[in-house]
């Protein structure tokens, strides 16, 4: 049985397993809360209204597995966690994420399944996951559905989830686990920074050490981060060496449409988008 408390103008629930968790987000109406690290900052000087599932004790959707096929990262995975875990060489760019998200202390409570419900522009764990062909598993009490993470980011702050949706678990595909990756992220300071550009890339050769596959994924310069495609094809069969960078051209980021703010203006981030692109892709590259 849950534990249940009762504020002036709200009602605290706290479920043991995720199918109570479920059963009390079936009734219209629940917040979820897992990290805290968006929620509370979210609610500035104002209380929680209405009904508050805390769902930090949920350990069967906490911690990193390997599958035939995927690695499941669970929702409530920390990135201290990711940071930690004994990942294949195409996480280096997630764990380098990991790094960036906020400080120490929001890392070690800060949830995977949150960077990604919340949806920010900016959020530090979606290039590196959108490069690794992540897909997200969610849970109701009808049961479970699972989508392409580009599918269930659907604008700034907004996703697929239902609201009587748990994001269970985050699969990332293993077919390209020895491929090299490298995240790259711009801002006005070293740490504790909201990126003016961020990029993950992720680059598999062949046995002739040319590219046989590349995903690169720019953020903070789209209403969602975005996948390059055009100069992941462009990649394909170019040799996996220095120099590679000179493939990049401006028309391969027409995709991205950044925006004038108190960060950067909107050219600015075009232009220091390419130079972080070129540089991640020479990363990539260089660590064969």
Request: glycine content about 8%.
């Amino acid at each position: 049985m849950w534990r249940v408390f009762r504020g002036p103008n709200s009602l605290y629930l706290k479920p043991k397993t995720l199918d109570e968790a479920l059963s009390l987000l079936a009734s219209p109406g629940g917040q979820i809360l897992a990290g805290g690290t968006d929620f509370y900052p979210a609610l500035g000087e104002r209380l929680p209204q209405g009904r508050v599932v805390d769902i930090t004790a949920l350990g069967e959707i906490r911690g990193i597995s390997t599958e035939k096929e995927w690695i499941r990262i669970g929702g409530l995975t920390t990135w201290s966690d990711v940071i930690r875990a004994p990942l294949p060489r195409c996480f280096d760019a997630l764990k380098a994420a990991a790094r960036e998200v906020g400080s120490v202390q929001i890392q070690n409570r800060g949830t995977v399944a949150g960077n990604l419900c919340n949806a920010s522009p900016a959020a530090d764990g979606v290039p590196p996951l959108l490069a690794l062909d992540a897909e997200v598993e969610l849970a109701s009490a009808a049961g479970t559905r699972r989508m392409p993470l580009d599918q269930f980011l659907a604008g700034n702050r907004k996703t697929l989830r239902r609201p009587d949706e748990i994001l269970a678990a985050v699969l990332v595909p293993r077919r390209m686990e020895d491929a090299a990756s490298a995240f790259l992220k711009l801002g006005a300071r070293r740490y504790l920074v909201i990126s003016i550009s961020m990029v993950a890339a992720v680059v598999q050769s062949d046995e002739t050490g040319r590219v046989a596959e590349a995903h690169i994924a720019v953020g903070s310069c789209s209403a969602t981060a975005r996948r390059l495609k055009d100069l992941e094809k462009d990649l394909v069969g170019l040799p996996s060496k220095t120099g590679i960078s000179g493939a990049v051209r401006a028309e391969h980021l027409q995709v991205l449409s950044p925006i004038d703010d108190i960060r950067a203006t909107a050219d600015y981030r075009r232009d220091a988008s390419l130079t972080l692109v070129q540089r991640a892709l020479e990363a990539c590259v260089g660590s064969h």
